[in-house]
């Protein structure tokens, strides 16, 4: 269902109107080009080596005034009176930032040596997500925590472009590397040649989306959906240049079947299938439960460990699981999705730091928002309008905007990218 609200602002009377009555004013946003130039400040002093990775951006320094883009370098934010060296340097140039463009902040880890360093550099996020609800027009701030800047390259260049549209109030630490961070593709426009990439769920909604942004970097993809769904997977894949595989996920031999079906192994693992089955806890019948916890978490956490079991994941592997808004604030009639979903969560950050790392495999979660489906198309008009306009950008977003995400989790040079949940929400004022 297309948002009409949307359509209706982005015209001179719609403009005209919805500001006289106070309503939200959101803009369409970018998802083509940045346009504009970057501009490079920096609070305190810093040690960062970061000129030569802005560079690499493909974003020439900013020249009239408005820049598409500002990269705040706060890592030598030590003490409050270093503090304030972010107000000095953002206040005057904010207002001034492109539509639909981007502040992002670069912070430093907490010094647990340090407590006033630690306050400081956490002040940052409490900055960095009051910002990105008062900025407007379509522009996102984001906080990056880094010790080394060619680690977190490919975070850059992703917070930098289109494709981040829909990420913003998020918080993002990069380092220490799983295996080879640094790892430069052979082609910098097909990162994923010679790959291979599963995405469960995929015969339609975000997983599609997801298989074609990874395809659209050069991976061969396997589409998994169940049987059901099998003459949409295959159309899929016979578009993208890959292969369906009709499965349904909670089998018990999910995993070895999966493995069977990529001989040469998985270099991108992506678990997207999910499903709702709503009910308040006291009308919620046991099978409702189970059937959403079995899609959601024990399928992901049974193929999982079968893949690791057999050897399936490929050295410098991506896996990616589907989190969501709703695990990590609560809602109501969702206790058994809630559960599902938060613990993705908790299995990226277990699984992250200690079983793969050895081998460059990171494990990584989106968490989306509300975004523009067939499943959110059938939520009741006044909430689908609250789920909409509830969030910093006042809109739905995309299924595009989780799959670049998730592109963004699968680059080979996003290594040091490790055991994160990032939102895709617009900045929901859910659990935000
Ligand atoms: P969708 O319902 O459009 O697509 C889900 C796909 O998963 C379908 O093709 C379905 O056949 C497949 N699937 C379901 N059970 C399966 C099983 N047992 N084995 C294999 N495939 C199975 O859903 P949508 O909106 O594309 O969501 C994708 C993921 O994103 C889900 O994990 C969902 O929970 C999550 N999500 C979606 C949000 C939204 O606003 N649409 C918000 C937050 C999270």
Same mark, same amino acid.
């Given at each position: ?6 359509? /209706? ?6 403009? /005209? ?10 803009? %369409? ?6 346009? #504009? #130039? ?177 395809? #659209? ?71 409702? @439960? ?43 009639? %969702? ?46 008009? /006044? ?24 592109? @963004? ?5 996003? #290594? ?10 617009? %900045? ?5």
């Amino acid at each position: 269902m297309a948002d009409r609200y949307l359509s /209706f602002t982005g015209t001179a009377p719609g403009r /005209f109107l919805t500001r006289r009555l106070g309503l939200p004013q959101p803009a %369409q946003l970018r998802r083509e080009a940045l346009t #504009g #130039g970057l501009l490079h400040l920096a609070a305190g002093k810093t040690e960062l080596d970061l000129a030569s990775v802005l560079d690499r951006t493909g974003l020439a320094p900013d020249t009239d005034g408005h820049p598409a883009a500002v990269v705040l370098d706060a890592t030598g934010v030590r003490d409050v009176d270093t503090l304030a060296g972010v107000h000095a340097a953002l206040h005057p140039v904010v207002r001034s930032v492109a539509t639909s463009g981007r502040v992002v902040v670069l912070g430093a880890p907490l010094d647990p040596a340090d407590h006033h360093q630690a306050a400081v550099q956490q002040a940052l996020e409490g900055f960095t997500r009051s910002l990105g609800k008062e900025i407007g027009r379509g522009r996102t701030v984001n906080l990056v925590r880094l010790t080394d800047a060619s680690a977190a390259e490919s975070t850059l260049r992703f917070l930098l472009s289109p494709a981040s549209a829909y990420v913003s109030g998020q918080v993002i630490e990069v380092g220490p590397a799983a295996g080879s961070p640094t790892a430069v593709p052979d082609d910098a426009e097909l990162p994923l040649a010679g790959r291979t990439a599963l995405v469960t769920g995929a015969a339609r909604g975000i997983g599609a989306a997801v298989a074609g942004s990874l395809a #659209g970097r050069g991976a061969r993809v396997v589409v998994l959906d169940v049987p059901q769904a099998g003459q949409e997977a295959r159309r899929l894949a016979e578009r993208l240049g890959g292969t369906a595989l009709a499965l349904d996920i909670t089998a018990a031999d999910a995993g070895e079947r999966i493995a069977a079906a990529v001989p040469g192994g998985l270099d991108v693992l992506v678990h997207n299938a999910g499903i709702t089955r709503d009910r308040r806890l006291a009308n919620m019948p046991a099978e409702r @439960w189970s059937s959403v916890l079995d899609v959601n978490l024990a399928s992901v956490l049974r193929t999982t460990d079968a893949l690791l079991a057999a050897g399936a994941v490929n050295r410098g592997g991506r896996i990616v699981a589907t989190a969501s808004i709703a695990g990590l604030a609560g809602n109501a009639g %969702q206790t058994n999705y809630g559960a599902s979903k938060a613990g993705i969560a908790g299995l990226v950050r277990s699984l992250a730091p200690h079983a793969l790392a050895g081998h460059g495999v990171t494990v990584n979660a989106v968490a989306p928002g509300f975004i523009e489906t067939k499943m959110t198309a059938a939520v009741p008009l /006044f909430i689908r309008e609250a789920g909409r306009r509830m969030n910093s950008l006042g809109q739905g977003g995309l299924p595009v905007d989780v799959a670049e995400t998730t592109a @963004w989790l699968a680059h080979p040079a996003s #290594g040091a990218v490790n055991g994160q949940v990032v939102r895709v929400c617009g %900045q929901s004022l859910l659990g935000a």
